[in-house]
């Protein structure tokens, strides 16, 4: 069984972060250098709030469970997307560049308002159960075959951080394409028993270059999703749905 | 100044405030939410292992219903819970599942044939019958006679609050996220809205509502990092309700230690990795839990397990580490399969937090603050005492299904439960309320409002640090309130927390951004923080009995004579103190007796159950419990516990 051991010799790290308030707008952007002691098991989550509390208090990021659920803090961390909190230190470098998520409106340093984005994008594509039928309270619930609740599942894990739609060349120029999390957000739909949506009702969300052909397959999304959702098996699933939809029509 | 109305005020975007959200709507009502994130980005999305339902779909859970889910919870709370509320919520729950299924969440399905599990460290293989193909399956979870908890892998508060919100979105709820509550706008004992801080770019907007439901969560960050919650979960709905002065806070010393925190981040581990059949482990690799609990073993409540793991701990069977002594949660006869099926959520915690692979290794685990039974203290309806229009759902609220000890999946299963009940006595209440309130008293809240952020941006910039504040409230709590307490330590907790609350006086502020200005943010806080953190202490001093989760190692007997009670605190501005008062538990069915695990000294009640109910209502009414649409005790179901089967301790009837 290993120990929890603390680190041989802390490194001092250095951490160039993007800064700029649009509520200070005199004030242009800029990069902003801090450097702090390595300590054991540190994230880029104690990092920045020990540079927050020790350093400047004005330093605006984004946590809430700090346990890589809720998809607060996607953030780039050295040119790359991905979450904060659960980013070691020990797997990056000394010299540590972080700026906000490209695509998002940004609200301030390394804060960007995903939740906007999100909203829109879940509005876009209906992201809810089309019910076939009102819910009857005095019902048993509908069966569902196991594998068919798994292979849902595994689509609804998606966290909504922003990492894939910021590491999308598509959604990094075209603010209408409903990106990896809204391709797997329909596929999760398309595969739902309980979804009265057929092929044809999907086929006009998605077969434009806002949807499923708006993808240039450079699937940057598959590999920055901290979440490891099978975004290449969505996306065939999808595009095959969608040809064999078309062709009939 | 910026006003704006709106039928229903929501305060907090979590699964109880969505979830009465769409009670709201769906009734017609404009509905405006308030949330400090994006909803789903609440809490709410942190819940792993399961949502209590007495569904009875699997072999394990047969014969299983809402009255032994009832019976579970109330022997949980260790009596606790108010018994009415108890009886709502188990018969509600299977509905609230059944229309969350309905809405697309994902529950993992009862898998026919043979199936193999984990019962009390034996591998047991059962076949589950054809005819329960496909319904909604379960996992055991502590301090239940059946396998209940409904799931989704360990990812269940998320596909709860995704299917949720998705409803929210189709109704086309208007969400205004970033945006925090400072204050209750109230007068002659109606609550008429909020003054509400936008954290995008700090500019105050009263928002004036017929009717308004705090849904702000819990409040673990008082315990600083020493908790399992979120960042944000920092009180502010509980401090609202407090700044009132008019609405009490209940049972604040009644507060949850998870066992299995993991060391040292303090992110949760859920007890769905008990309830597959995970160990727990001391250094010497004993499963200590089967001589402490032979019943139960690792699967007894969570206050129980928690107290065995410290007293492990501090008999020198804890591991040494550089963040102090843990003990292991061994999944790794579970296997690489089910980790990464049924508890996948657990599995890449353990790879990215510390890099362990559960199938190869054991997990560094120990009791850390999780949980807030007390809240807002409210009726059946969810009104909150004392002040009309104010509702309170959620673990904000003390509603009161909990008592003194949550069993696990039960707030996952309180937040649409009560989302629902009380979301229907919310849309009914508006229906018959109108907006009457004159605009010169939202003027005062207002001004009151920028007054308080006035004078914390004219503060000098140095100062004492509002960080180095929180941090120590934080120490105070973990040490001197923790699972295990004793007088002198409280006393010294209640005399440090004051101390801490003066320093407050010393901030300085050392940043004047605009817009959000996260340390402004935080200033404004910690001052309530620091209220909630005091009255926890010292509702846990002056209750000298040990009941659930409050447990006084100078006092280890559960009391019913004296204790059979909830704390009630209110904040008097002028005194800058609490007063604490006691209501009675509520009507009592289920009479105190043995929990069937735990094993504790009780002082039986001092009267029957039938002289004690006999003062429940007036006893309730006169501490603000507020009239509600059906009578107290219209949802009791009298006796229906009795002759059950399958019940490991039957308490007895007291004569």
């Given at each position: 069984?290993?120990?929890i051991?603390?680190?041989?010799?802390?490194?001092?790290?250095?951490?160039?972060?993007?800064?700029?308030?649009?509520?200070?707008?005199?004030?242009?952007?800029?990069?902003?250098?801090?450097?702090?002691?390595?300590?054991?098991?540190?994230?880029?989550?104690?990092?920045?709030?020990r540079?927050?509390?020790e350093?400047?208090?004005?330093?605006?990021?984004?946590?809430a469970?700090?346990?890589?659920?809720?998809?607060?803090?996607g953030?780039?961390?050295?040119?790359?997307?991905?979450?904060?909190?659960?980013?070691?230190?020990?797997?990056?470098?000394?010299?540590?560049?972080?700026?906000?998520?490209?695509?998002f409106?940004l609200?301030?340093?390394?804060?960007?308002?995903?939740?906007?984005?999100?909203?829109g994008?879940?509005?876009?594509?209906?992201?809810?159960?089309h019910?076939?039928?009102?819910?009857?309270p005095?019902?048993?619930?509908?069966?569902?075959?196991?594998d068919?609740?798994?292979?849902?599942?595994?689509?609804?894990r998606?966290?909504?951080?922003?990492?894939?739609?910021?590491?999308?060349?598509v959604?990094?120029?075209?603010?209408?394409?409903?990106?990896?999390?809204g391709l797997?957000?329909?596929?999760?739909?398309?595969?739902?028993?309980?979804?009265?949506?057929?092929a044809d009702?999907w086929?006009?969300?998605?077969?434009?270059e806002?949807?499923i052909?708006?993808?240039?397959?450079?699937?940057?999304?598959?590999?920055v999703?901290?979440?490891?959702l099978p975004?290449?098996?969505q996306?065939?699933?999808?595009?095959r749905?969608?040809?064999?939809?078309?062709?009939?029509? | 100044?910026?006003?704006?109305?709106?039928?229903?005020?929501i305060i907090?975007?979590?699964?109880?405030?969505?979830?009465?959200?769409i009670?709201?709507s769906t009734?017609?009502?404009?509905?405006?939410?308030?949330?400090?994130?994006?909803?789903?980005?609440?809490?709410?999305c942190a819940?792993q292992?399961?949502?209590?339902?007495?569904l009875?779909n699997?072999?394990k859970?047969?014969?299983?219903?809402?009255?032994?889910?009832?019976?579970?919870?109330?022997?949980?709370?260790d009596?606790?819970?108010?018994?009415?509320v108890?009886?709502i919520?188990?018969h509600e729950a299977?509905?609230?599942?059944?229309?969350?299924a309905?809405?697309?969440?994902?529950?993992?399905r009862?898998?026919?044939?043979?199936?193999t599990?984990?019962?009390?460290?034996?591998k047991?293989?059962?076949?589950?019958?054809?005819?329960?193909?496909?319904l909604i399956?379960?996992?055991?979870?502590?301090?239940t006679?059946?396998?209940?908890?409904?799931?989704?892998?360990?990812g269940?508060?998320?596909?709860?609050?995704?299917?949720?919100?998705?409803e929210?979105v189709?109704?086309?709820?208007?969400?205004?996220d970033?945006?925090?509550a400072m204050?209750l706008?109230?007068d002659?004992?109606r609550?008429?809205?909020?003054?509400?801080?936008?954290?995008?770019?700090?500019?105050l907007?009263v928002?004036?509502?017929k009717?308004?439901?705090?849904?702000?969560?819990?409040?673990?960050?008082?315990?600083?990092?020493?908790?399992?919650?979120?960042?944000?979960?920092?009180g502010?709905?509980?401090?609202?309700?407090?700044?009132?002065g008019?609405?009490?806070l209940g049972?604040?010393?009644a507060v949850?230690?998870?066992?299995?925190?993991?060391?040292?981040s303090g992110?949760?581990?859920?007890?769905?990795?008990?309830?597959?059949?995970?160990?727990?482990?001391n250094?010497d690799?004993e499963?200590f839990?089967?001589?402490?609990?032979?019943?139960?073993?690792?699967?007894?409540s969570?206050?129980v397990?928690?107290?065995?793991?410290?007293?492990?701990?501090?008999?020198?069977?804890?591991v040494?580490?550089?963040f102090g002594?843990h003990?292991?949660l061994?999944?790794?006869?579970?296997?690489?399969?089910?980790?990464?099926?049924?508890?996948?959520?657990?599995w890449?915690?353990?790879?990215?937090?510390?890099g362990?692979?559960?199938?190869?290794?054991?997990?560094?685990?120990?009791?850390?603050?999780?949980?807030?039974?007390?809240?807002?203290?409210?009726?059946?309806?969810?009104?909150?005492?004392?002040?009309?229009g104010?509702?309170?759902?959620?673990?904000?609220?003390?509603?009161?299904?909990h008592?003194?000890?949550r069993?696990?999946?039960?707030s996952?299963?309180?937040?649409v439960?009560?989302?629902?009940?009380v979301g229907?006595?919310?849309?009914?209440?508006?229906?018959?309320?109108?907006?009457t309130?004159?605009?010169?008293?939202?003027?005062?809240?207002l001004?009151?409002?920028?007054k308080?952020?006035?004078?914390w941006?004219?503060r000098?910039?140095?100062g004492?640090d509002?960080?180095?504040?929180?941090?120590a409230m934080g120490e105070?709590?973990?040490?001197?309130?923790g699972?295990?307490?004793?007088?002198?330590?409280?006393?010294?907790?209640?005399a440090?927390?004051?101390?801490?609350?003066?320093?407050?006086a010393?901030v300085?502020?050392?940043s004047?951004?605009?817009?959000?200005?996260p340390e402004?943010?935080?200033?404004?806080?910690?001052?309530g923080?620091t209220?909630?953190?005091?009255?926890?202490?010292e509702?846990?001093?002056?209750?000298?009995e040990?009941?659930?989760?409050h447990?006084?190692?100078?006092?280890?007997?559960?009391?019913d004579s004296?204790w059979?009670?909830?704390?009630?605190?209110r904040?008097?501005?002028?005194?800058?103190?609490?007063e604490?008062?006691?209501?009675?538990?509520?009507?009592?069915?289920?009479p105190?007796g043995?929990r069937?695990?735990?094993?504790?000294?009780?002082e039986?009640m001092?009267?029957?159950?039938?002289?004690?109910?006999e003062?429940?209502?007036?006893?309730?009414?006169?501490?603000?419990?507020?009239?509600?649409?059906?009578?107290?005790?219209s949802?009791?179901?009298?006796?229906?516990?009795?002759?059950?089967?399958?019940?490991?301790?039957?308490?007895?009837?007291?004569?």
């Amino acid at each position: 069984m290993s120990q929890i051991v603390t680190l041989e010799k802390p490194r001092t790290l250095q951490f160039e972060i993007f800064r700029f308030n649009p509520e200070e707008p005199e004030v242009e952007p800029r990069m902003q250098i801090f450097e702090l002691a390595e300590q054991p098991f540190m994230t880029l989550y104690i990092a920045l709030n020990r540079i927050r509390e020790e350093i400047d208090p004005s330093l605006q990021f984004d946590f809430a469970c700090r346990s890589a659920i809720c998809g607060s803090c996607g953030m780039m961390v050295n040119g790359r997307p991905r979450l904060a909190c659960n980013t070691l230190t020990k797997d990056l470098p000394e010299q540590i560049r972080l700026r906000p998520l490209p695509v998002f409106k940004l609200i301030g340093d390394l804060s960007v308002d995903t939740g906007t984005w999100f909203r829109g994008m879940a509005e876009q594509v209906g992201a809810w159960i089309h019910e076939k039928e009102p819910f009857d309270p005095t019902r048993q619930e509908e069966r569902m075959d196991a594998d068919l609740a798994q292979a849902i599942y595994e689509g609804e894990r998606c966290i909504e951080c922003g990492c894939c739609v910021a590491g999308c060349g598509v959604a990094n120029v075209n603010p209408d394409f409903v990106g990896a999390a809204g391709l797997n957000r329909i596929a999760r739909f398309m595969k739902d028993s309980r979804d009265a949506r057929d092929a044809d009702d999907w086929f006009e969300v998605v077969s434009d270059e806002n949807g499923i052909f708006g993808c240039v397959g450079l699937m940057g999304c598959h590999d920055v999703c901290p979440k490891d959702l099978p975004l290449l098996e969505q996306y065939a699933y999808l595009r095959r749905k969608m040809l064999t939809t078309g062709a009939a029509r | 100044m910026q006003i704006r109305t709106t039928d229903v005020l929501i305060i907090g975007g979590g699964l109880a405030g969505e979830r009465c959200a769409i009670e709201a709507s769906t009734a017609g009502h404009d509905v405006t939410l308030l949330s400090l994130v994006p909803p789903r980005r609440s809490h709410s999305c942190a819940a792993q292992g399961g949502m209590q339902a007495a569904l009875g779909n699997c072999v394990k859970a047969e014969g299983d219903e809402p009255t032994i889910h009832f019976l579970d919870t109330v022997r949980g709370s260790d009596w606790g819970a108010d018994q009415e509320v108890a009886t709502i919520f188990a018969h509600e729950a299977p509905i609230a599942v059944r229309e969350l299924a309905h809405w697309g969440v994902p529950w993992t399905r009862v898998r026919p044939g043979r199936n193999t599990y984990f019962v009390k460290g034996e591998k047991v293989e059962i076949d589950e019958p054809e005819d329960k193909a496909g319904l909604i399956m379960h996992r055991d979870f502590g301090g239940t006679a059946k396998w209940r908890a409904c799931y989704a892998s360990a990812g269940t508060g998320h596909a709860v609050l995704y299917a949720v919100d998705g409803e929210v979105v189709r109704l086309g709820i208007n969400v205004q996220d970033r945006v925090e509550a400072m204050s209750l706008i109230h007068d002659a004992g109606r609550c008429w809205g909020a003054v509400a801080r936008c954290l995008r770019t700090g500019r105050l907007t009263v928002w004036l509502a017929k009717s308004t439901v705090v849904a702000t969560g819990g409040h673990g960050r008082i315990y600083g990092q020493y908790t399992t919650n979120a960042t944000i979960n920092e009180g502010t709905g509980a401090t609202l309700a407090l700044e009132t002065g008019v609405v009490p806070l209940g049972n604040m010393e009644a507060v949850q230690f998870h066992p299995t925190g993991l060391v040292p981040s303090g992110i949760l581990v859920t007890e769905g990795c008990r309830g597959d059949g995970g160990y727990l482990l001391n250094r010497d690799g004993e499963r200590f839990m089967v001589a402490a609990e032979p019943e139960k073993q690792e699967l007894a409540s969570r206050d129980v397990v928690s107290r065995h793991m410290m007293n492990e701990i501090k008999q020198g069977r804890g591991v040494d580490s550089d963040f102090g002594p843990h003990l292991w949660l061994d999944l790794r006869h579970l296997g690489e399969t089910h980790l990464r099926t049924k508890l996948r959520e657990v599995w890449d915690i353990c790879k990215d937090f510390n890099g362990v692979d559960p199938s190869k290794e054991p997990i560094p685990v120990r009791p850390i603050q999780h949980y807030s039974m007390g809240g807002i203290r409210v009726n059946k309806d969810g009104e909150a005492y004392g002040l009309r229009g104010l509702f309170a759902v959620g673990e904000a609220a003390c509603w009161d299904l909990h008592g003194f000890n949550r069993l696990g999946g039960n707030s996952l299963a309180e937040t649409v439960v009560a989302g629902r009940v009380v979301g229907q006595r919310v849309a009914e209440f508006t229906a018959k309320a109108s907006l009457t309130v004159d605009t010169s008293v939202a003027h005062a809240f207002l001004m009151d409002a920028q007054k308080r952020l006035a004078l914390w941006l004219d503060r000098p910039t140095v100062g004492d640090d509002v960080y180095k504040i929180r941090d120590a409230m934080g120490e105070v709590l973990n040490q001197k309130v923790g699972v295990f307490r004793n007088g002198p330590e409280l006393e010294s907790a209640v005399a440090d927390l004051r101390v801490i609350q003066q320093r407050i006086a010393n901030v300085g502020l050392r940043s004047q951004a605009g817009g959000l200005n996260p340390e402004l943010t935080a200033a404004l806080r910690i001052e309530g923080m620091t209220k909630l953190a005091l009255i926890t202490a010292e509702g846990a001093l002056a209750r000298t009995e040990s009941r659930g989760a409050h447990s006084r190692t100078d006092c280890p007997t559960r009391d019913d004579s004296r204790w059979l009670n909830r704390t009630l605190a209110r904040w008097s501005s002028e005194e800058n103190a609490a007063e604490l008062r006691y209501e009675p538990v509520g009507l009592l069915d289920l009479p105190p007796g043995d929990r069937g695990y735990g094993k504790s000294a009780q002082e039986p009640m001092n009267e029957s159950v039938e002289q004690h109910n006999e003062r429940v209502v007036e006893g309730m009414r006169d501490e603000g419990y507020l009239p509600t649409v059906e009578p107290m005790g219209s949802r009791m179901q009298w006796g229906a516990w009795q002759g059950h089967e399958n019940m490991p301790m039957r308490p007895e009837r007291n004569e």
